[in-house]
């Protein structure tokens, strides 16, 4: 299969795939009990109110209805109100993308160059102290979790030392890039890890390849065997938990945006399910299923351009 | 003038020599082979003219490379000793092009003329006139032959003074090794020195000028070539050229009559969209020993594995004793998988790396034949000794098994399902010449023992003359040639040769 073709499969793959995600993001909804009505209604609702508001809303037509209009709309880029606000889905959404992808675009910036020179420095010293002070440091910090981590640091820098700010509450991120630092800190420490060991591991296949031993008897300088000759070969597998970090990152690091009260996606959703904000929800099933299948995408055709041997594997 | 000069190399490990007092030199022109079977030292002996020796070895004598001295702290200088690996496949990066590599080598060297230019010469010196069409390529787009090329082209680039090849005809077909025959003396005529490390015999005596034949570490044997060959004075000399040169003698005859044990009519099959074995028919019938030659390429592994059910066919069928088998290996029942077995190229490949030797090969018998796993397990012991390989030795991991016990090791698994045919894949590529007639023996005399089928696909010419009645030739997915092995064979020799004076 040529590389066009393996991407029109793949690109035709998730158009079908997010809208099979949409109905059962819909169909979970309907099954919760309660509804918008009864949402609306309040903590005391009067039946007759409950039942004005099914009918004004369009409630009481049958699933498949609703499931057809909401899918139409959605297509039109319409996910309808907020049940809660005056707000329309997209334009919450559209406010909260934007600290998530900051920190997002952010912490990948940092993430790869980090995670590849820690990955390459380990290799190259195989069985060194260094190695194995990386190799433990970084197993040890990608087995605690991160909500654990951003406390700590908080305890540590932003309470004790008093040298960052501990959260992001009444600032904008912009103007105040120093609110930034501790959450970027903690979301780099868990996939740092992860990626620079499977970089490492990737390394040290090839430095111990044949065809790095030949580069290097004909006389290539080190740099050039490490980079462009090793480090190709490495990659491979990184790029696809790579791809996981990014649907992770993008997916609103819910634990990280409420500790530092950064108003993202994560926030954003954490507050539509405490107030049973459907249509809210909903959207950000479809953004966060729409990311993971894009990254994906992605990460496959990038795996695909690194490995041409894909090509003629069975 | 003397290119290389050795003076008594000792290469100790702990308190083993690994390389004894050896002893050679080699002049600018000249073609130098290092013979002997593997673990001989060849290789050891060659790298110490790169400066390069075992972990934990010591080097004692003198090593003297373009006049300079070469040790563990003085490499050449980069690009005047050339070394070409013995898997020129291996040597390639599988994610990089052809043409940028060798651009990058060659701005290493420096030189008058513009990259391109002393990239596409290099190719030329190797044999590819058209070079600028595969620049864009990556490794495994190219032909076994054409890796091989391109490595010697990577060397070349450099303009070595001195150029080693390691065992370069293993695996090879018989057209890449008239080839490279071509290509190395083309080598030596550009001035160019050349060790050859290989237990080719055959290759020995179409290139070399002067042999050196090493023994456990040190040179047993050594003068010109049609000395050494024509006449060995050593004992260790008069085993390789007997164990090269040696016809087993003639196979029983064929019932021919009986019923077939395996009937292939109308075979077709292929990979993707693209058919690649074309309307095969054939049948084998039993104690038939069957050998399948062609070049690579040509369709002759994948109609064994449609055979053995590992790869699904199209049309046509596959009949086991009359009776019609599945393409697909998980729709053949036990007792049918059992009747054929399969031994690979690759034997180290073929076992679980985390399983003791032992227990792989008695599960066959207890899985494909329902054996009690104490009885399998003695049978697997009983079969394994019988092949000498110790109890002792067989409860060990596949790692600390050499090649040739672990080929003999599978060899013994497939027997255990007590199959009606085996299939042997290029079983004997890659060992050396003294453990491949071993090996053949062995072949042999299971099939005599067991009454089995036999269908060996191979390269190797004295591997079908001494062991099969009948070969098929194939090429291009067909069988283009059937008939018995002398009028074959005789054949084969005849295309080698057009093949490489084309």
Request: proline letters at 6%; a neutral charge.
């Amino acid at each position: 299969m040529t590389l066009p073709s393996y991407v029109a499969r793949r690109t035709l793959l998730g158009v079908i795939q997010v809208p099979l995600v949409m109905c059962g993001v819909f169909f979970l909804a309907e099954a919760l009990p309660g509804d918008a009505a009864v949402t609306i209604a309040g903590d005391n609702p009067d039946p007759a109110i409950i039942a004005v508001l099914r009918e004004r809303l369009g409630l009481n037509e049958p699933a498949w209805h609703r499931l057809g209009d909401w899918l139409a709309a959605a297509l039109h880029g319409d996910f309808g109100q907020s049940l809660v606000g005056p707000r329309s889905v997209v334009d919450i959404i559209a406010s909260a993308a934007g600290p998530t992808l900051l920190l997002a675009g952010l912490t990948l910036v940092l993430l790869i160059p980090l995670s590849v020179g820690l990955g390459v420095l380990a290799a190259n010293r195989e069985g060194s102290r260094l190695d194995r002070l990386i190799t433990s440091t970084t197993l040890g910090l990608y087995s605690a979790p991160e909500f654990a981590m951003g406390l700590l640091i908080v305890t540590v820098f932003a309470v004790q030392l008093r040298w960052l700010p501990p959260t992001a509450v009444g600032t904008s991120l912009l103007s105040n890039p120093a609110v930034l630092v501790i959450p970027v800190f903690v979301l780099l420490l868990r996939p740092i890890c992860s990626l620079s060991r499977l970089i490492r591991a990737g390394m040290i296949d090839a430095q111990r390849s044949e065809y790095v031993r030949h580069v290097r008897r004909i006389g290539l300088s080190p740099t050039r065997v490490r980079f462009a000759h090793a480090l190709p070969n490495a990659v491979t597998p990184a790029i696809q938990q790579l791809a996981r970090t990014i649907d992770w990152l993008v997916g609103g690091v819910i634990v990280i945006e409420a500790i530092f009260v950064v108003p993202g996606l994560g926030t954003t959703l954490v507050q539509a399910v405490a107030a049973r904000d459907l249509p809210v929800i909903q959207g950000l099933a479809v953004v966060f299923a729409t990311t993971t299948v894009l990254v994906n995408l992605a990460a496959d055709v990038a795996a695909r351009v690194l490995s041409p041997t894909a090509e003629a594997g069975r | 003038m003397t290119v290389v000069d050795v003076r008594s190399l000792t290469v100790r490990v702990g308190s083993r020599d690994i390389v004894s007092d050896v002893s050679f030199s080699v002049g600018a022109g000249e073609i130098v082979a290092l013979v002997g079977e593997s673990g001989s030292g060849k290789t050891t002996t060659a790298l110490a003219l790169l400066g390069e020796s075992p972990s934990g070895a010591q080097l004692t004598g003198q090593v003297e490379v373009a006049g300079s001295t070469v040790d563990s702290s003085n490499s050449p200088p980069a690009g005047v000793v050339g070394y070409i690996p013995q898997h020129p496949s291996a040597a390639l990066n599988p994610v990089r092009r052809i043409g940028p590599v060798l651009r990058e080598i060659a701005r290493l060297h420096g030189g008058g003329s513009p990259v391109q230019q002393r990239v596409l010469d290099a190719l030329r010196q190797a044999q590819m006139p058209d070079g600028s069409r595969f620049l864009r390529r990556y490794p495994h787009q190219l032909s076994g032959g054409q890796q091989q090329r391109v490595v010697l082209a990577h060397e070349l680039v450099g303009q070595p003074k001195v150029l080693i090849a390691d065992e370069p005809t293993t695996g090879q077909d018989a057209v890449i090794r008239a080839q490279l025959i071509e290509e190395l003396r083309a080598v030596a005529g550009q001035g160019i020195a050349i060790l050859l490390l290989t237990h080719d015999l055959e290759l020995v005596r179409a290139l070399a000028d002067h042999v050196l034949v090493m023994h456990r570490g040190s040179a047993v044997e050594s003068g010109p070539c049609l000395d050494v060959l024509g006449t060995p004075q050593h004992q260790y000399t008069i085993r390789l050229i007997n164990a090269a040169g040696r016809n087993p003698a003639a196979p029983p005859p064929v019932l021919e009559e009986s019923t077939p044990v395996v009937s292939v009519r109308r075979l077709v099959a292929g990979h993707r969209r693209v058919d690649t074995l074309h309307d095969i028919s054939l049948e084998i019938r039993p104690r038939d020993r069957i050998a399948i030659v062609g070049r690579s390429g040509s369709g002759k592994t994948t109609l064994a594995r449609c055979i053995a059910g590992l790869h699904p066919f199209r049309q046509g069928e596959i009949l086991l004793w009359s009776t019609p088998l599945s393409p697909l290996l998980r729709r053949r029942s036990f007792s049918q998988l059992a009747r054929i077995q399969y031994v690979f190229q690759d034997a180290r490949a073929s076992f679980n790396e985390f399983v003791p030797v032992l227990d792989q090969v008695a599960r066959t018998a207890e899985r494909l034949r329902g054996l009690p796993r104490a009885e399998a397990r003695a049978r697997a012991v009983d079969g394994l000794d019988r092949l000498g390989i110790a109890e002792a030795n067989a409860t060990r991991l596949p790692g600390s098994m050499s090649g040739g016990e672990l080929q003999r090791a599978a060899l013994v698994r497939a027997t255990l399902a007590e199959p009606d045919l085996l299939i042997c894949d290029e079983i004997t590529s890659g060992l050396d010449t003294v453990t491949h007639a071993d090996l053949l023996d062995v072949l042999g005399k299971l099939q005599e023992d067991t009454g089995c089928a036999l269908m060996v696909i191979t390269h190797d010419l004295a591997v079908v003359a001494g062991l099969a009645h009948g070969v098929l030739l194939m090429d291009d997915g067909r069988i283009v040639e059937h008939g018995r092995t002398a009028d074959v064979v005789a054949l084969m020799h005849e295309e080698a040769s057009l093949g490489s004076a084309g």
